[in-house]
């Protein structure tokens, strides 16, 4: 084999592998991922899971350490929009205050854990304190209508679990399909990308929970994330925002 040939196809190579790492990443259900750029403020709206996001080991907290460690240049600022307790109509109502001000680039919405977790039967037998599956919709619709108007990015989240057990049995696991499956409808219908909670958690469950266990694999409680499911989440975060690394737990 001459020289000159070993030259050429040494070159090919390079250029292969060249293009390999300049590929862009998969699409995102309902929208291509946002590419992050210098100076974007990232604002994570949602309830008590958004809101323990903010803690030293919490999700939001190592988005932002690997935000800093692997795109420093960016200066990229991360903003905890959550509260606890929180449906869909709080953050209605909260948004201009608590987002819009902020004059977020780009908005993850992960909600919807409650609106599921609060309805019970009241003294006379009815269903209250969710919120109605049309209202849930309609609302999701609103918030990324206004945050798109304000001129942001949206990412929106299926909520994730009400209990862990993988067999279907969990109070909750065909409610919270069904209100998942209109987060995944909102998503397409307005063009967003969704970051898929819900299934991402099934699939992680289905292979690491063979023992069935209601709570203790990724949540502390069947629903608040513990260490774990912090960094599980990170992880499905930065791949929304378009980041292909490993989490960074500590600057």
């Given amino acids: 084999m001459s020289r000159r040939f070993l030259r050429v196809a040494v070159a090919l190579a390079l250029v292969l592998a060249a293009s390999v790492l300049a590929a862009p990443a998969a699409p995102m259900a309902g929208g291509a991922a946002p590419a992050l750029a210098k100076g974007d403020r990232v604002v994570f709206l949602g309830d008590s899971i958004t809101q323990g996001g903010g803690g030293a080991?919490?999700?939001?907290?190592l988005v932002k350490n690997t935000l800093e460690a692997r795109h420093k240049d960016l200066g990229i600022d991360v903003v905890n929009a959550g509260i606890s307790g929180n449906k869909v109509p709080d953050l209605q109502r909260r948004l201009q205050k608590d987002v819009l001000d902020k004059k977020p680039t780009i908005v993850i919405i992960y909600i919807g854990i409650n609106d599921v977790w609060h309805w019970k039967k009241d003294p006379q037998g009815e269903m209250v304190g969710g919120t109605p599956k049309d209202t849930f919709e309609a609302g999701l619709k609103e918030i990324?209508?206004?945050v798109k108007e304000a001129g942001a990015r949206v990412i929106l989240c299926t909520p994730s679990v009400i209990g862990e057990k993988t067999d279907g049995s969990n109070e909750r696991d065909a409610m919270l399909e069904e209100y998942s499956a209109i987060s995944r409808k909102v998503a397409q219908d307005t063009g967003v990308p969704l970051s898929d909670?819900?299934?991402?958690?099934l699939a992680y469950e289905k292979e690491n929970n063979k023992e069935n266990n209601r709570t203790g694999v990724l949540t502390g409680d069947g629903v608040h994330l513990n260490e774990a499911g912090n960094k599980f989440?990170?992880?499905?975060?930065?791949k929304a925002l378009g980041v292909n690394a490993e989490v960074v737990e500590s600057k």
């Fill in 197 to 201: 909670l819900r299934k991402a958690f």
């Fill in 57 to 61: 080991k919490g999700y939001i907290t």
């Fill in 233 to 238: 989440v990170a992880a499905q975060m930065l």
């Fill in 144 to 146: 990324i209508g206004r």
